[in-house]
């Protein structure tokens, strides 16, 4: 009998050890990325040469892995309160979560946590989720999903925080969908119901009005038809360079460093510089190395092109550079007309800037 009785009380409580056990991991796989995280970028920021930033970045953390061992541990919890934590740090730190699982994560938050008061992180957390799913990449799906549902928040009841919060969220999901002038007015209305609502608050520690000056600052700046920022340095051998110099010519503007996918970034820049070099287009790059490593670098591997050396990241942060290789297009005029990753569409681009127009004759 006694037996029995501690048999019905030991599956009784079964269900709540678990949870207490889910959320235990989960909290494990928070602190053990984050403490792996902080102590690769500490190498990084030691490392003197390329090769050795190379090294490292064969051994950085493996997210994708954190990321599957936190659904594992919180896929059965996801209508528990404590689960929004981990429901946010999924979104943000897993690469590869896919479009159909970032839908997924959105219904359990509408089914469970419509009044949690992290509602407005999550909102903030889902602009950049499930986007390297390629399938996502291929139509407007998912982004159709987040706008659907961010707009339910931002015209709901919910308090002026919440509301603000998923405002900036959803002025960020809007930019994928391009910069025309159009979604540009929008997205500025919407950050101004941000900064009305939300301005005191932060995410991870950023005051959420700075977050809003710098979609202010991309839309402004940084957007397609803009006049470009016209960076003023110098290149590895400390002579002035200034992008001005280049006026009146298609200018292919590439943020780029010998350890980053250097093989191929160069690769595609001298191919590019031979398919031009008669005609009036000016490769530019702006190199995070040392200007000692970037010298070297340059007389022992032919690069095309003129390059600053921006060791510190200034002029790189005049582009709000994230991720390298990237390039912007700047027309004869010295307005933007692409932003985004090496490939066959910046050939294409060039290729329309340098053809006549018709108007003009």
Not at 125 to 144: E, F, K
Request: aromatic residues 6%.
């Amino acid at each position: 009998m006694r037996l029995r009785i501690l048999a019905l009380l030991s599956l009784t409580l079964l269900p709540k050890i678990t949870l207490a056990n889910d959320a235990q991991t989960a909290k494990q796989i928070v602190v053990e990325q984050r403490v792996e995280e902080l102590e690769w970028r500490q190498k990084m920021l030691k490392a003197q040469t390329p090769q050795e930033k190379l090294s490292l970045l064969e051994i950085r953390p493996d997210n994708e892995a954190y990321g599957k061992r936190m659904v594992a541990a919180i896929a059965s919890s996801l209508n528990q309160a404590w689960s929004m934590e981990y429901i946010i740090w999924l979104l943000r730190h897993h690469p590869t979560l896919s479009a159909k699982g970032t839908i997924n994560l959105t219904k359990y938050i509408e089914q469970y946590h419509a009044g949690s008061p992290e509602l407005g992180k999550f909102c903030l957390a889902l602009v950049d989720a499930g986007n390297s799913d390629p399938q996502a990449t291929a139509s407007n799906h998912l982004v159709q999903k987040k706008i659907a549902f961010l707009e339910s928040i931002v015209d709901s009841d919910k308090s002026k925080v919440v509301r603000g919060q998923a405002s900036l969220a959803l002025s960020g999901i809007l930019g994928q969908l391009g910069d025309s002038s159009s979604i540009n007015r929008r997205r500025l209305d919407l950050i101004r119901v941000s900064i009305i609502h939300a301005a005191d608050t932060d995410i991870d520690g950023i005051p959420l009005a700075d977050i809003a000056k710098e979609e202010i600052y991309k839309m402004t700046k940084l957007s397609k038809g803009v006049q470009a920022p016209m960076l003023v340095g110098k290149d590895s051998n400390g002579l002035p360079l200034k992008l001005s110099n280049f006026a009146g010519k298609v200018i292919v503007l590439v943020f780029w460093n010998s350890w980053e996918q250097a093989p191929d970034t160069i690769k595609f820049l001298n191919k590019l510089h031979q398919t031009y070099q008669r005609q009036p287009v000016q490769i530019v790059g702006v190199n995070r190395d040392q200007a000692a490593t970037l010298r070297k670098f340059l007389q022992e591997t032919p690069v095309a092109g003129v390059h600053f050396s921006d060791p510190e990241g200034q002029l790189s942060y005049q582009y709000r550079i994230q991720a390298t290789p990237s390039c912007y297009l700047i027309d004869q005029q010295g307005y933007i007309q692409y932003s985004g990753q090496l490939g066959s569409f910046v050939d294409l681009t060039v290729s329309a800037l340098l053809a006549p127009n018709p108007e003009k004759k």
